[in-house]
Nanobody
């Protein structure tokens, strides 16, 4: 079992920045590929970014490429999502998740956090 707890969400104006954190506990963190997903009201959950176990491989949804950056610190069992140039359409609940293979599909992820709300005002 892996327990994941997100933090860092909040209200920000368009053009602003936020950094989300996801702290993991339980099994060895660096055994897992990590991903961020988001779900806006009335929409399905969608892939945002993913990172390999060592942090050298990263993948992004086209909608956030160039604005968001995923990273991880295996010494702190934490994955981050640095979000810049935020837009109102980035408003969503953001979830981190852990998987045994890097993937853009939420079906590949076995463990999920409870989510943190990000609201971007125009």
């Amino acid at each position: 079992q892996v327990q994941l707890v997100e933090s860092g969400g909040g209200l920000v104006q368009a053009g602003g920045s936020l950094r989300l954190s996801c702290a993991a506990s339980g099994r060895t963190f660096n055994n897992y590929y990590m991903g961020w997903f988001r779900q806006a009201p009335g929409k399905e959950r969608e892939f945002v970014a993913a990172i390999g176990r060592a942090g050298s491989s990263t993948f992004y949804a086209d909608s956030v490429k160039g604005r968001f950056a995923i990273s991880r610190d295996n010494t702190k069992n934490t994955v981050y999502l640095q979000m810049s140039s935020l837009k109102p359409e980035d408003t969503a609940v953001y979830f981190c998740a852990a998987a045994n293979a890097i993937s853009r599909s939420e079906r590949s992820y076995d463990y999920w956090g409870q989510g943190t709300q990000v609201t971007v005002s125009s």
